[in-house]
């Protein structure tokens, strides 16, 4: 038996620190498994490559837990090690086996996870004894057993190979990592713990997974009881993997199926597939997004050469592509947890730029061919393509071609074909193309038909992000302004000729005003302001509007950090009366005489607005019956 020191140096140790600071003591058996795999793999390159003549048996890792031991063991039928190779890789920490491999064999290598050599020392945030028990592919290699109890030191002799694996087929070559668990850690002694983290970590995984066997139940028992069959946890060639062009609908929407058992059948999907500049797979759908985006987040799954990395994806992708759910799976994606090094990754930053691309591409080229169906999902599909434009610059270059405009009446534009819809109609004095809409068809219905009865188009904008969307619209379209339609009268919405001038003396505005002002409400968090104007004899007598500036500054504030201090300022209102209509006239001629006319009025335009509510309802009701007899 042989002593020795774990070379630990300042050299080596701080790659350790910066690139593998594992966050979560899980990622051990996520470790401890892409390990084994690497081994398999590995000995499938030799193969390959007629570095190796022998059999290659089966290529599955096996888990296999003993709580009375106190023991997790992870055993692999790989490529093995000699006691020169453990001396090299296991004691001198970041001297990463992989590497060397790779040079040998990189344009054949099959799919290696580890790049660091650091993944086998994660085994000590869960266990105070770890053993290595192994034996090389290569002729005459002995059985080699080397263990730690966490301290620099290590002991390593040479077994017996006949006492080695002595119930298995699988004993000329691989090797067994044995844990011994913490007391710490005893929920790793678990089985249900152990293969919930098999399925989250190693689902994909490129060899077969086994722990156990598969159970059923036993009538006569009354209870399960195991089977023949292993107990396989993982899909060794799931569906990103496999070429588009033998894939169908049902494969996809299968595959969706089993990452999100409960979801919705998604809209669409895109599968990337990409050897240059980088080495891309996955399979990003897009699912049936309409407000609740914070629901939503973290569904997609990143993968590093089929090995699960994080689902953490904010910050790696871009902002709004985190509402798509899927897999992106790379090997150019480093094996790291800590999502700060993801995001400085220079080829993260590339993919994540391609999907972008990916992304916009897929949308143009449904919107082109088959555009009634594009405009069917168009509002499930809204929202995504709004966050994606207001959060990334070059998004929305490459979505303003098939993004749409909604009207009131369910008609769907381009922005450039309801651009050349409203014009002639919807254009100031001032040369502004003035875009109307509203985000309540109901209660903001009386509106809506009397733009439209002046030959003007209303928008619909009822969805989350459509308030932050209006003003980014005003500020990428020239001479462009949006108004809700219930922020104004309507000749103040889109100003034709300048406004006809009031008839009146100052003394009967000051009347008016005064009559008014005594009959308003108090609301709370409400402010009411007077106006007077001459809107016609067809016009109504009076109109609740409201400031489209501080109305959609507050509507933001709901939204977005940083705009407090509007949500807290009152709502303000201006009470527009129409000095030309004859009940306005009738008031001004008797006003000690018409208080129950002024309040009808008031409560006429506040109900329009559905601010009446509650006694001031009731009151109202009841005059309108009094004023019927």
Known sequence: MAKG??????????????????????????????????????????AQQGDFKGELGSTAVSIKLDKEAGTLTFSDHGIGMTEEEIERYINQIAFSGVTDFLDKYKENANAIIGHFGLGFYSAFM??????????????????????????????????????WRKDSDNKDHGSDIVLHIAEDCKEFLEEYKIKELLNKYCKFMAVPVIMGKKQEWDKDAKAMKDTDEDYVINSTEPLWTKQPSGLKDEDYKE?????????????????????????????????RVQSNMDLQRNKIQLYCNQVFVTDQVEGIVPEFLTLLHGVIDSPDIPLNVSRS????????????????????DRLSSIFKTDRADYEKKWDDLKIFIHFGMLTDESFFDRAKDFALLKDTEGKYFTYEEYKTLITSEQTDKDGNLIYLYANDKDEQYTYIEAAKAKGYSVLMMDGQ????????????????????????????????????????SKEDTDKLTEAFKGKLPTIEKATFNIEIQALGEEAGPVMFTQNEYMRRMKDMSKFQSGMGFYSQMPDSYNLVLNADNALIKGVLADTDGK???????????????????????????????????
């Open 341 to 360: 090094y993801l995001q400085s990754d220079a080829n993260v930053k590339k993919i994540a730029s391609y999907i972008t691309k990916k992304v916009a």
């Open 465 to 504: 992000l459509d308030t932050s969307t209006v003003s980014m619209f005003e500020q990428k379209f020239e001479k462009s302004r949006f108004t809700r339609v219930d922020a104004d009268i309507l000749e103040r919405l889109i100003v034709k000729e300048d406004a006809k001038k009031v008839d009146l």
């Open 126 to 163: 869960v266990a105070d004894k770890v053993e290595i028990i192994t034996k090389s592919y290569k002729d005459d290699a002995p059985v080699v057993k080397w263990s730690c109890d966490g301290s620099p030191e290590y002991e390593i002799e040479t077994i017996d190979s006949a006492e």
């Open 5 to 46: 020191n774990i070379g630990v140096t300042t050299e080596n140790i701080f790659p350790v620190i910066k690139k593998f600071l594992y966050s979560d003591h899980e990622i051990f058996l996520r470790e401890m498994v892409s390990n084994a795999v690497d081994a398999t793999q590995k000995l499938k390159t030799l």
């Open 595 to 629: 208080g129950d006319t002024i309040s009808q009025l008031i409560d006429l335009a506040l109900l329009q607005n559905g601010m009446l509510k509650g006694e001031a309802l009731d009151k109202f009701l009841k005059r309108s019956v009094d004023l019927l007899k």
């Open 255 to 287: 595959f969706y199926k089993s990452l999100y058992p409960m979801g919705d059948e998604p809209l669409f999907w895109i599968h990337l597939n990409v050897d240059y500049p980088f080495h891309l797979t996955g399979i990003l759908y897009f699912p």
